[in-house]
Nanobody, 117 residues
Framework: QVQLVESGGGLVQPGGSLRLSCAASERTFEDYRMNWFRQAPGKERAFVAGIWRSEMTFYADSAKGRFTISRDNAKNTIYLHMNSLKPEDTAVYYC???????????WGQGTQVTVSS
């Protein structure tokens, strides 16, 4: 079972930047597509960005051009670099491990991001 721990959330002004981190309890390089989701109050959880190995990345339209997903395999850690943040980016951000060969997804506990002046 993969355990995921997110960190890096907080309060930031519009136009600011944050870097979220997701530390995995085991190596996820080849066996899992690693994703970031977010859930705003009153809304469903939504995909933000994903990465498989190091070269394949995926983004929601809302994240393209502003967010970058990356990974440090030596640290078993996934990052979400968020720039030009907007109030509508306010949400709880969740790290997700999606096994490439099927099976259950794993989720972190989430980290709150609030974009407000």
């Amino acid at each position: 079972q993969v355990q995921l721990v997110e960190s890096g959330g907080g309060l930031v002004q519009p136009g600011g930047s944050l870097r979220l981190s997701c530390a995995a309890s085991e190596r996820t390089f080849e066996d899992y597509r690693m994703n970031w989701f977010r859930q705003a109050p009153g809304k469903e959880r939504a995909f933000v960005a994903g990465i498989w190995r190091s070269e394949m990345t995926f983004y929601a339209d809302s994240a393209k051009g502003r967010f970058t997903i990356s990974r440090d395999n030596a640290k078993n850690t996934i990052y979400l670099h968020m720039n030009s943040l907007k109030p509508e980016d306010t949400a709880v951000y969740y790290c997700n491990a999606q096994p490439m060969t099927g099976g259950p997804n794993y989720w972190g506990q989430g980290t709150q991001v609030t974009v407000s002046s």
